[in-house]
């Protein structure tokens, strides 16, 4: 079966905005995606090397400050919801199957380095920039943040900036 | 009034909360195609703006729902979780973010996407940010400094451009279609797309914008809740007659004495004239706070009468009818002014050797009134003390 059209973009938006509006009416806080992330990783440090985790000022706060773990964090249950909605959206759109998608000139492996290398760039960045797209950016616009825009305004402004020096990535 | 969690939705059920936006979100962003690198790395090289298009529709979308919700006070504005600036951090944050979008072709809600649906390199993406967040909180005191410094606070972006909030709805909307329209002819350029819009999308997009442009109109001349409200009680003050709600200090007096536990004594002026002199066991809701979400309780209860009392008669009787129009709790208002109820109590002075035997009799009762409240006040100490009632703050960003 052939994989069905995407959404239109506008629409797929205006949706998205009736999901993250509810939510801020339901919860006075918006989506996010890296602070699972975040969550899971310094709980599996803590359980992994309790003594080292002790030493580590930052591991050692935030680990305090969520006493709850992964399983009582607001977002680590968001992001169970992604995972549930994108693959259910998956599965009706025949979009679901093990690939891997890269540019035309490069090889899976390159494509694989680049995605690792890439993640832990916007993981770093995310830490730095207090959330990702989702959180900082989508979430910030929604409220006018001010934090929240100039975050979104250097995502999208050093992706620009980048984007010629990795054209070989992506482009024949 | 939203937000609904913490008073309405309690924390754990938010949880669930959490699920489901969470569903709504990965639907959307797959449906979208945020699943495909491709289609999100196309924004950088100019044959794809479907990240633009959504992320944009989206922003505004939410931004001006909560423009509306907060302007028609089913939302309080001033409870939402507004994402600090910390403005080095924010910059550099963002800079490095935009570095790990062209490298690895995703951001972590479109990687978790992905991966969801089979994609390897979503995958890898994930892994790799759990180790880029290991690193920076391994990392953490070389970052320390940066992380932060300038520390702003939850400052708005209408604040720092110097203009309201609708108005900075307006620009942000309007820059939203001006990039629509461009980053299509960019889309056509680039891809040597020669194709129209059929006729029927071209109107659908036209009303779409008048929508949004026709909902902030009407966001732009409703008045507030607040303004709403202030209006019905100026109405209210000058046209309904009160006198049957109003009560002499020396009936407040006896309710005092007597039914202590069944009154809350509501003080509407400002915390600096209560903390001077107040009644006994009043309360302090100054009339500005009073639509505050801590005081909802007293004004909603049906087990206390609750009476009102102020120096001026008119903030008195307004403060009266505030509570009528926010809750559903019983209310007097205290005819006498703190002041006078001061010196009928506190100030007594025996009446002379020729007075009435009606004046005899309010002096005595005043002076056991004010003996009983006096003891009754000094007994109660500890258990009258105010509640302070915390407002929960919300936790949000990454």
Known sequence: MKPNKYMNPYLAGFLLGLVLLGTIYVTGRGLGASGAIKSVVVTSVVEVAPQHSANTPFIKSYHEEHPGGPLKDWLVWEVVGVVIGAFFSGVISNRVGIKLERGPNITNSTRIIAAIIGGALFGLGSQLGRGCTSGAALSGMAVMSFGGIITMIAIFGS??????????LWLK | MGPLVPNIISNEFNLIVALIAGIGFGFTLEQAGFSSTKKLVGLFYGYDFTVLKVFFTAGITAMIGVLLFGQMGILDLSLIYINPTFLWSALVGGAIMGLGFIIGGFC???????????KLDGLAFVFGSGLGVLAFAQGYPMFEKIYLAEAWGPVLINEKLGMSKIV??????????IAFFLTRLIEKKVNNDQSKLPKRRVYGYLSAVGFAFAVLIIIAIMPDRYSRLESRINHALAHSDLTTVEVPADKLATEIVNNYYRINIIDVRSPEAFKAYHLPFAINIPFDKMSDRQWKTILDQKHKTNYFYADDQQLAKKGYLKAEFLGKAENYILIESS???????SNLTPPDSNASKNELNTYNFRQKAATDMKMLVEALKNSTEPVIVKTSKIKGGC
């Open chain 1, 159 to 168: 992706g620009y900036a980048f984007a010629y020096f990795f054209r070989k």
């Open chain 2, 168 to 177: 900075f709805g307006f620009l942000l909307t309007a820059i939203a279609f």
């Open chain 2, 108 to 118: 972590p809600g479109t990687s978790v996407c992905a991966a969801s649906i089979g």
């Open chain 2, 339 to 345: 002041s006078d109820f001061k010196n009928l109590f």
